[in-house]
């Protein structure tokens, strides 16, 4: 006779059902939302006349944003509970990109986005956490899913803003239908999600700041502490080499290889597609050969696809190898944050905050460092930063898990 356990594995109540569909579509409206506005950052940058260090400094705020308020989502999730804050993150973050679309300066540009990145970051925690929540009801892993699907958002996004280049949209226009479109499936999805406090779930998706000081300070000793600085180069390695794709992509293959604005977009589209079709892969490569196989061949994949687009520069060279790069570095954050959430020593939660936090600082310091690079030498020498962080992946993944021997 079947066990309770496996019935609930194998048939889920339609009430779970639907919330997982819920944070599907949370996850989606996140990945959507700022691949819509990603694309027309060339012009952007044109229309506010701003250099290639200006820009890299302006789009370095969103990181900014989300560092500043990242530690503040586990407070807010446990007072309104993690699908309320996921929703209302998701509606001010479609608020900040529109703005940011809008702006009529550089600086007002950059707070707009500091002001999306620090909604993004709580947005974030938010839907992890109840997502957290809906795989303890199904009794498997789902979480994978959920990353995919954000994958899937960014496609449609950044395909919407191609379409949206293709057809002279003002930003105006396209980020408004955007703003709208996807605000509302993340306040109708608010309906179908899991009900009540959440407080059981929340250790395993984010720990409050007094949490982890307290971790830190008691029962940590120097290999932890060695084990949480590899994680994070690694969290960051995946960071840096996604953020040149995301920030410099379009621009590089516009102004540096002359493609047409229409196809300019491929660049990221590819990225985030190809990210796509690594996540979901990556579950089942991980069971049969662990984190550490799969984070080294997936960073030598991302390092030679990009380094030889970059010595070979042409449009579908380079739009392969930012697919490269997507799919070999796409195991890379999540591998990071479930290595370092299982270190001995710390309480629940609070090596996957510290990780997650800290890996922010990738996406914070690659767009001005990029940008000084591209205004001093060349924005084709900028991004070597994408095949030089896959190497460090590479070489840091002995701190991730072998492969796990199964019952």
């Given amino acids: 006779m079947a066990s309770i356990e496996s019935i609930r594995r194998t048939a889920p109540d339609r009430a779970s059902r639907r919330a997982r569909i819920a944070v599907s579509a949370l996850f989606l409206t996140?990945?959507?939302?700022?691949?819509?506005?990603?694309?027309?950052?060339?012009?952007?940058?044109a229309g506010l006349g701003l250099d290639n260090l200006g820009y890299g400094f302006a789009i370095a705020a969103f990181p900014a944003g989300a560092i500043a308020a990242g530690l503040l989502a586990a407070v807010l999730i446990r007072r309104f509970g993690s699908a309320r804050i996921a929703v209302i993150g998701t509606v001010l973050t479609s608020i900040g990109l529109l703005s940011a679309a809008l702006a009529p300066s550089g600086v007002l540009f950059a707070v707009a986005l500091f002001l999306g990145g620090a909604s993004d970051a709580i947005t974030d925690v938010a839907q992890n956490a109840h997502g957290l929540r809906v795989q303890r009801r199904y009794g498997r892993s789902i979480i994978n899913g959920f990353h995919a699907i954000w994958s899937i958002g960014a496609v449609i996004g950044g395909a919407m803003a191609a379409v949206a280049i293709a057809l002279q949209l003002p930003l105006g226009v396209h980020l408004g239908i955007s703003?709208?479109?996807f605000a509302t499936v993340a306040l109708v999805a608010l309906r179908f999600c899991l009900p009540g406090r959440d407080d059981e779930s929340e250790p395993d998706a984010a720990a409050e700041p007094t949490e982890v000081t307290g971790a830190l300070r008691r029962h940590v000793t120097p290999r932890t502490v060695i084990a949480i600085i590899a994680l994070t180069l690694i969290a960051m390695a995946g960071a840096v080499a996604e953020d040149?794709?995301?920030s410099w992509a379009t621009l590089y293959?516009?102004?540096?290889?002359?493609?047409?604005?229409a196809i300019a977009p491929l660049g990221f589209i590819a990225l985030v597609g190809a990210q796509f079709i690594g996540r979901m892969l990556g579950d089942p490569l991980t069971d049969r050969f662990g984190q550490r196989w799969v984070a080294r061949v997936g960073?030598?994949?991302?390092?030679?696809?990009?380094?030889?687009a970059l010595a070979f520069p042409t449009v579908p060279g380079t739009i392969l190898g930012f697919a490269a790069v997507g799919f070999g570095i796409a195991t890379l954050i999540p591998a990071?944050?479930?290595?370092?959430?299982?270190?001995?020593?710390?309480?629940?939660?609070?090596?996957?905050?510290?990780?997650?936090?800290?890996l922010r600082l990738g996406f914070l310091l690659s767009p001005p460092?990029?940008?000084?690079?591209?205004?001093t030498q060349s924005?084709?020498?900028?991004?070597?930063?994408?095949p030089v962080a896959a190497l460090v992946a590479v070489l840091l993944a002995g701190f991730l898990e072998k492969r796990r021997p199964r019952d």
């Fill in 253 to 261: 293959l516009a102004d540096s290889l002359g493609a047409a604005a």
């Fill in 379 to 386: 924005l084709r020498a900028g991004l070597l930063v994408a």
């Fill in 299 to 308: 960073g030598i994949i991302a390092a030679v696809g990009m380094t030889l």
């Fill in 369 to 375: 460092f990029v940008g000084y690079i591209a205004e």
């Fill in 244 to 246: 040149a794709g995301n």
């Fill in 336 to 358: 990071a944050m479930h290595a370092a959430d299982e270190l001995p020593g710390l309480r629940a939660g609070v090596g996957l905050t510290v990780v997650s936090w800290l």
């Fill in 179 to 181: 703003t709208a479109v």
């Fill in 30 to 45: 996140n990945g959507a939302l700022f691949a819509n506005i990603l694309p027309r950052y060339p012009e952007i940058k």
